[in-house]
């Protein structure tokens, strides 16, 4: 059994100078759910999932790419991609965002 987990995600936001920072807020045997901040001008290039995924932008502004079809970031965006969906992102400005993995 998972204990409960709770975080304030804005207080956990470290933005490097370049690059991306992660830190694991909980990992199950079914779930996975990271913090993501990312520099300004970084991006992750295009790579799939072998699990279902869920972003949610908790700060900044940047471009998401999820099967060729471009989607704004801004705070609040949520983004659901089935398993193997394509996908990649950069950061207009630092770019904090919770990656949520489910399945197996």
Request: proline share 4%; with cysteine.
């Amino acid at each position: 059994m998972v204990k409960s987990v709770i975080q304030d995600l804005e207080k956990m936001m470290e933005f490097p100078r370049e690059g991306i920072f992660s830190k694991v807020l909980v990992k199950t045997n079914i779930s996975n759910h990271t913090l993501f901040c990312m520099a300004k001008g970084s991006d992750m290039s295009e790579h799939t999932s072998t699990r279902e995924a869920a972003v949610t932008v908790l700060k900044g502004t940047g471009t998401f790419i999820l099967r060729r079809k471009k989607i704004k970031m801004k705070p609040g965006v949520f983004i659901f991609m089935p398993k193997n969906a394509p996908h990649s992102l950069s950061a207009d400005e630092d770019l904090a965002i919770l990656l949520s993995l489910s399945g197996r």
